[in-house]
């Protein structure tokens, strides 16, 4: 768990992040999605320290991959919630739907392009 430069934020292993308060929290996949949530439920959203906030924002904006729980990690594409992880997309893909999860493009353009920017990575 790292601090995100938010109030009560925190970004998770699994790259998500989450808004503790008191004995409870609220998980989202981006940070936009957890502002959001915050809002709904009446709670304060602040920024402590500028520089760390920025960051986290710009790191959540690179980690939008266009599929449903879809991360990446360092060399590695991980599903959110599971052990699944590969180097390949492709790969993630098969082992997803083995698994009987959801896989789904969120960004068709998005999804599209990192696809092709993975398939680029084998062929050489």
Do not use: C, P
Not at 23 to 39: D, F, G, H, I, Q
Not at 63 to 83: A, C, M, P
Request: hydrophobic share 35%; glycine share 4%.
């Amino acid at each position: 768990m790292r601090f995100s430069g938010f109030m009560n934020v925190y970004q998770l292993d699994d790259m998500s992040w989450q808004y503790q308060f008191g004995e409870k929290s609220l998980e989202a996949n981006t940070l936009k999605e957890l502002e959001v949530l915050v809002s709904l439920y009446g709670l304060k959203w602040r920024v402590l320290d500028e520089s760390l906030a920025q960051e986290s924002l710009e790191a959540d904006k690179n980690n939008i991959t266009g599929f449903l729980n879809v991360y990446k990690k360092g060399d590695y594409w991980h599903y959110r919630g599971s052990e699944l992880k590969s180097h390949s997309l492709e790969v993630l893909k098969k082992n997803v739907l083995k698994e009987d999860l959801e896989w789904r493009e969120t960004d068709t353009d998005l999804a599209y392009k990192n696809m092709k920017l993975d398939s680029r990575r084998f062929k050489k």
